[in-house]
Nanobody, 115 residues
Framework: QAHLTESGGGLVQPGGSLNLSCTASIRPFAMGWFRQVPGKERDFLSSIDWATGDTSYEDSVKGRFTISRDNANNIVYLEMNRLRPEDTAVYYC???????????WGQGTQVTVSS
């Protein structure tokens, strides 16, 4: 029933910014962002509760990334600032019944931070 479509990835220089977006086909209870590099497990980055707007962040992106939502249109955004080469990864949006229970995933979008 639920389908996620994400976009916004690309190539950016260190210190630059990118903005990702993800649209859910149905209203979610929670949405979030994860990233994955080859040979490593998918890592949690950030989440937002749809009803309350409460957010959480992984330590490495806290203060640099901001998650937000468009409640009426079922869209979650990730504003990424002061990007570092180690931020390079495939970024996935996710949705689920709770912030700690993501069950539906977007197709992924590549973010590359390089000079």
């Amino acid at each position: 029933q639920a389908h996620l479509t994400e976009s916004g990835g690309g190539l950016v220089q260190p210190g630059g910014s990118l903005n990702l977006s993800c649209t859910a086909s149905i209203r979610p209870f929670a949405m979030g962002w994860f990233r994955q590099v080859p040979g490593k497990e998918r890592d949690f980055l950030s989440s937002i509760d749809w009803a309350t707007g409460d957010t959480s962040y992984e330590d490495s992106v806290k203060g640099r990334f901001t998650i937000s939502r468009d409640n009426a249109n079922n869209i979650v955004y990730l504003e990424m600032n002061r990007l570092r080469p180690e931020d390079t990864a495939v970024y996935y949006c996710a949705a689920g019944p709770a912030v700690a229970t993501m069950v539906t995933w977007g197709q992924g979008t590549q973010v590359t931070v390089s000079s």
